[in-house]
């Protein structure tokens, strides 16, 4: 197999866990626009001269190179095995290789790119003296100077370790047969895997047992919970499990009109516009579907901030002017929606008294689901507001989006900051669309569970 900086993931990744799918974590990947738009403060962090002339490194070419020069288009090539590494330093004693890593501490995916560029350096004809990892700071406050940006960790050691795994690995490779499993069929996962409250370790455990299916785990685990036997009952009958005198309490509390409201949000790892730290949460969109219960007509607003200026406050009165305390609010998992609200209650005490009405109003649909006075067939222990509409089986609002995920709806939003060429009202319409399905998948589960018990 040709390794790349892509392949050589696949090759030497760790097994998902039995029992488990294979996936990539998407919060862990770098995109190219995000790369390119950090390598400019790693250069600064540097502070030394660059040049971004390109250059294929073989073994059968000789380039002359400047010392303690950053080179930042550097490809080396081997028998077709290619690695691009974000920055080279090129010291006296070689090249000391530099990978952007998008969290907090170092991440394995990094290293084995680290690796494979080693491994390619010394192929053709160079030495590897450092590799590092430039990490982010999570002390890093944009309003001070106390703290730099970039954690540097020193990966030289355990990167020397992946180059051995990959030189043993080109030298003899292991048969198609005993490499590990970049895909698993989720129809092949047994049900024991998805049993709620049951360490992994004891699903694996009653899985070699031979106890694998819903059934089986039912009538023979004696120590199952009371809510481990309603899901097993849930999926061997093919019936919804209802509280309903918490469900009939929980729709008696509501308002004739409701509102179902979501905000879309994102995290820059280096601050911009209002943000002073990385990650720091940046909201941009909120969306709300006004449901009249009587009647069962519902109308849509939202509202899309492009990263411009300081919106805050214009959000925050946008919030105020949409939504009606009179009526009760009704959010899937309200966690950052109250933490952004209260942040704007801080922000502008002059606001506080009429969003603290709002966050009065709020309403967490997804507790019915989390404390299990709601379980559906189907939910796989998840519950997120893409598996209870699967487990629905109804008009998935989400089918023919171009983004389907809030992940690609926070890319999607950064492209704003990291390529100014890209056209704004398509991002707009795209995230906008993604946020407005979100919302009405809400009033599909509302419609789904007053229709279970009245």
Do not use: W
Not at 383 to 404: C, G, R, T
């Amino acid at each position: 197999m040709i390794l790349t900086d892509e392949s050589v993931i696949t090759i030497f990744q760790s097994e998902p866990r039995f029992g488990t799918r294979a996936s990539l974590n998407h919060a862990m990947q770098t995109t190219p626009e995000e790369r390119d738009y950090l390598l400019k403060h790693a250069i600064t962090h540097l502070n030394l001269p660059v040049d971004q002339t390109e250059y294929r490194v073989t073994n059968n070419k000789t380039h002359t190179f400047s010392i303690n020069t950053i080179y930042t288009n550097i490809r080396f090539i081997y028998h077709n095995h290619e690695s691009r590494p974000d920055l080279v330093v090129y010291t006296t004693s070689g090249f000391k290789i530099i990978k952007l890593c998008i969290s907090y501490k170092p991440i394995n995916v990094n290293i084995l790119k680290l690796g494979l560029t080693s491994f390619l350096i010394s192929k053709t004809g160079y030495n590897m003296p450092l590799a590092h990892l430039y990490c982010i700071n999570n002390a890093f406050r944009i309003d001070s100077s106390n703290h730099s940006f970039f954690s540097i960790y020193n990966m030289t050691k355990r990167t020397q370790k992946t180059t051995l795994k990959i030189t043993n690995y080109l030298n003899s490779p292991p048969s198609t047969s005993s490499l590990p499993a970049v895909s698993q069929d989720t129809r092949e996962i047994a049900d024991i895997f998805y049993l709620i409250n049951m360490p992994y370790k004891n699903k694996l455990f009653y899985f070699n047992e031979g106890i694998r299916s819903f059934e089986l785990i039912y009538n023979s685990i004696t120590t199952l919970s009371d809510n481990q036997r309603k899901q097993c009952l849930v999926e061997i009958n093919q019936e919804p499990f209802l509280d309903l005198t918490y469900l009939k309490s929980f729709f008696a509390k509501l308002t004739p009109t409701i509102l179902f409201f979501d905000i879309e949000a994102c995290q820059f790892p280096y601050p911009t516009i209002f943000t002073k730290q990385p990650f720091e949460t940046f909201p941009f969109l909120f969306s709300i579907h006004q449901l009249n219960t009587t009647t069962d007509h519902h109308n849509h607003a939202s509202q899309f901030f492009f990263p411009d200026n300081d919106f805050r406050r214009n959000f925050a009165e946008s919030l105020i002017k949409q939504l009606n305390t009179d009526e009760s609010i009704i959010i899937f998992d309200a966690t950052m929606e109250r933490k952004l609200l209260l942040e704007f209650c801080t922000l502008f005490p002059d606001l506080s008294h009429q969003l603290t009405h709002i966050l009065d109003r709020f309403v967490d649909l997804s507790s019915l689901f989390l404390n299990h006075h709601v379980i559906l067939p189907g939910m796989q222990g998840k519950y997120s507001v893409k598996q209870v509409m699967q487990s629905i089986n109804k008009i998935n609002p989400y089918d023919k989006l171009s983004i389907q995920s809030g992940f690609f709806a926070s890319h999607h939003y950064k492209q704003l900051i990291y390529d100014k060429k890209t056209d704004k009202n398509v991002i707009k319409k795209a995230i906008s669309d993604y946020c407005k399905a979100d919302t009405f998948a809400m009033v599909i589960i509302y419609r789904y569970l007053y229709g279970l018990i009245y």
